[in-house]
């Protein structure tokens, strides 16, 4: 069974003369929603999501596929926003439990299929746009036990379906503006979950460590404004753009979603591209439910290719293993054994965005060994089970 998730409008997919047994196209992806992070589809309903839309019936429908096609206009070396969303949307077809492959933490499979995965990304691309791609494809078929068969990078959506790719273009390049102190920082919460979020609590963390810093160094602290990301209503995309446009800096929240950025960040980015103003500097503190935060890496690479696609000064970012930890742990003393080390990083943070200067990459793993936080993590998917009058 060959299963396609795809941008493009379903006539137009259609006249490009490829078959298909279930096609998921633009019409099916506009009318959804977004994931809203509330892991039912793994502990209420089980490989069924909540929201009833066309989207809905993805894990299932995947769970009978043996061919998945994925076919995305480039969005900074990343999936577009409509097929990033239909992805999120994909994770009921997972168990919320783990399995290590390769010496990294990954979720179990729930179904016994084998699917090949097939990637095209279509339009203007760089080489690291196209490096990037390839490494969340890989890693979207390393989790969800799929085997990769490659990626392809057509000029047009005509191309699609042919294993052959376009030449890359030139990237563009961006010099670094003078080191200066920021006068307005945005704090952006790229989680689905919202105010509720690890990305809530970790955001709110840097603005009160940010406060003391600068207190103790003296100096002014600049401005932090609250930015929350998209939703379907244009308003609140227009609200967040206009706000990011004001700032002089920016630090994107998020949780890594389906080994990326969740939908939201993207559409986000899309929109502020022409907004900044040039010299604008972009951090990133990001999480992810898994231990191994290098998992987190290949986001940071689209959100380098947004900033030179939009002119602005990429600075580095943090990166934290072990999400799962975060909220858990928010009642504990900030420099304990349990949050010593979060706290380092966000402190790092801090100070470079003091500064205005380069972050570089912090990784941060859970102080506790793997398997332990695997035991842990596991009961709590368990306990909410449980909740949920559900058998794992």
């Not at 509330?38 to 596929?65: I, K, M, S, Y």
């Not at 439990?97 to 179990?108: A, G, S």
């Not at 989680?191 to 990305?199: D, E, H, I, L, Q």
């Not at 999480?287 to 580095?316: D, H, K, T």
């Amino acid at each position: 069974m060959r299963t396609i998730i795809c941008d493009l409008p379903r006539r137009e997919f259609e006249g490009l003369g490829i078959e298909s047994d279930a096609l998921f196209a633009r019409e099916d992806l506009l009318a959804a929603r977004d994931c809203c992070g509330c892991f039912a589809c793994w502990v209420r309903t089980p490989g069924t999501c909540v929201f009833r839309d066309e989207l809905q019936r993805l894990p299932e429908v995947l769970a009978r596929t043996d061919e998945l096609w994925v076919v995305a206009r480039n969005a900074f070396g990343g999936y577009s926003p409509l097929v990033k969303r239909a992805l999120d949307r994909a994770i009921g077809y997972l168990h919320p439990n783990f399995r290590i492959v390769n010496n990294e933490m990954h979720h179990r499979l729930r179904y016994g299929n084998r699917v090949a995965l097939r990637a095209w990304l279509y339009g203007p691309s760089t080489e690291s746009e196209r490096e990037s791609f390839e490494r969340i494809a890989r890693a979207n078929a390393l989790n969800m036990g799929q085997d990769f068969v490659g990626t392809w990078f057509p000029e047009t959506a005509a191309g699609v379906g042919r294993e052959e790719s376009a030449a890359a273009v030139p990237a563009r390049s961006v010099a670094l503006a003078p080191r200066t102190a920021p006068k307005r920082i945005a704090l952006v919460n790229a989680s689905p979950k919202g105010p509720r979020s690890a990305t809530a609590h970790l955001l709110a963390d840097l603005a009160e460590a940010f406060g003391a810093y600068a207190q103790l160094a003296g100096v002014t602290a600049p401005e932090l404004v609250s930015v929350g990301c998209p939703s379907a209503a244009p308003s609140v995309s227009e609200k967040a753009v206009q706000a990011l446009a004001g700032c002089d800096a920016a630090v994107l929240g998020y949780p890594l979603y389906v080994d990326a950025l969740p939908a939201g960040l993207v559409e986000l980015l899309e929109r502020a591209q022409g907004e900044l103003a040039p010299g604008t500097r972009v951090y990133t503190l990001a999480n992810l439910g898994f231990y191994e935060p290098e998992q987190i890496l290949p986001s940071f690479a689209v959100v380098e290719s947004f900033c030179r696609a939009a002119g602005v000064c990429w600075m580095g970012g943090v990166a934290l293993g072990g999400g799962g930890m975060i909220l858990p742990c928010a009642h504990m003393p900030r420099m304990g054994m349990m949050r010593r080390r979060v706290s380092e990083a966000v402190d790092e943070l801090v100070g470079a965005l003091l500064t205005g200067g380069e972050l570089g990459t912090v990784l941060s793993k859970p102080p506790l060994p793997r398997f332990a936080y695997k035991l842990a993590a596991e009961r709590q998917w368990r306990t909410q089970a449980q909740k949920a009058g559900v058998k794992l």
